[in-house]
């Protein structure tokens, strides 16, 4: 059963608009959330994350908004850029744990 | 930035071959991972460690083995290499904190024929 869920595989936008990236959860002990970047055989780069006691945090062109009543995070990037092609990543961790569960990804093309 | 290195970045290996994915940290973190990841899938957690001469088996169930003799080193072996080890496997690291995150290597792409 997967406890973070990316349901859609892959979003085109183009260059200079907004990208919206999606992720639900099931779990209601996940208090920590984040989204990782990654490149075709590459690691995954941490990009930004939130605590459950927010319900935005805000990086430069990375906003990430957290709505817990609906389980539900989303990564905003504005203005998009090509090179911000890449499969997102959103990752959740419960205090308890303390390791990550990760959704499936979506891979973002954004078009010059 | 995260200092976090893994050798090799590619391996083609015939089966029934021994060999070591090597991960190392420079940041002092306690805790490493070894994760396993197909393309289009998510992350699976293959194996962890809180310190020296600490290791779990993570969520996925992996025949590879994993050692933490230094705090900067967690090198994973598999012992006889099969065509179903084909994947890409990451390393990572953080610090023990209530709101840990995990920083990643470059992984390592692993074809085993």
């Known amino acids: 059963d997967q406890q973070v869920k990316q349901n859609s595989p892959s979003l085109s936008v183009q260059e200079g608009r907004i990208s919206i990236l999606n992720c639900d959860y099931t779990?209601?002990?996940?208090?920590?959330f984040l989204w990782y970047k990654k490149y075709p055989a590459e690691g995954p780069t941490f990009l930004i994350s939130i605590s459950s006691i927010k319900d935005k945090n805000e990086d430069g062109r990375f906003t990430v908004f957290l709505n817990k009543s609906a389980k539900h995070l989303s990564l905003h990037i504005v203005p998009s850029q090509p090179g911000d092609s890449a499969v997102y990543f959103c990752?959740?961790?419960?205090?308890?744990?303390?390791?990550?569960?990760f959704g499936s990804g979506t891979q973002l093309t954004v078009l010059p | 930035e995260a200092d976090i290195y893994q050798t090799p970045r590619y391996l083609v290996i015939g089966t029934g071959k021994k060999i070591t994915l090597e991960c190392s940290q420079t940041m002092g973190h306690d805790k490493m991972y070894w994760y396993q990841q197909d393309p289009g899938m998510e992350l699976h957690l293959i194996h962890y460690?809180?310190?020296?001469?600490?290791?779990e088996k993570g969520d996925l169930s992996s025949e590879s083995t994993v050692s933490r003799i230094r705090t900067e080193h967690f090198p994973l072996t598999l012992e006889s290499a099969r065509p179903s080890h084909t994947s890409q496997y990451l390393c990572?690291?953080?610090?023990?904190?209530?709101?840990?995150?995990?920083?990643f290597g470059p992984g390592t792409r692993l074809l085993v024929l």
């Open positions: 779990n209601s002990m996940f208090d920590y």
């Open positions: 990572a690291s953080s610090e023990f904190g209530p709101q840990e995150t995990q920083y």
């Open positions: 460690s809180y310190g020296v001469n600490s290791t």
């Open positions: 990752a959740a961790s419960a205090n308890s744990a303390r390791q990550l569960t």
